[in-house]
């Protein structure tokens, strides 16, 4: 019973993660999970090459 419990969690959390990737590409955010990937540059919609 524990072995089913614990699949199911690590299947939810693995799903859950895939559907928020799928979700971010739909936006067309490049960088998913970079704090700055909703930033838009001149650059384009990716900051992760802003310079300090």
């Known amino acids: ?21 799928v979700r971010e590409k739909k936006k067309g955010v490049k960088c998913i999970g970079c704090p700055h ?5 001149e650059k384009g919609s990716c900051s992760c090459n802003i310079e300090k």
């Open 1 to 21: 019973m524990e072995n089913i419990i614990a699949g199911v969690v690590i299947l939810s959390i693995i799903g859950l993660s895939i559907a928020k990737i």
């Open 37 to 41: 990937a909703g930033v838009h540059n």
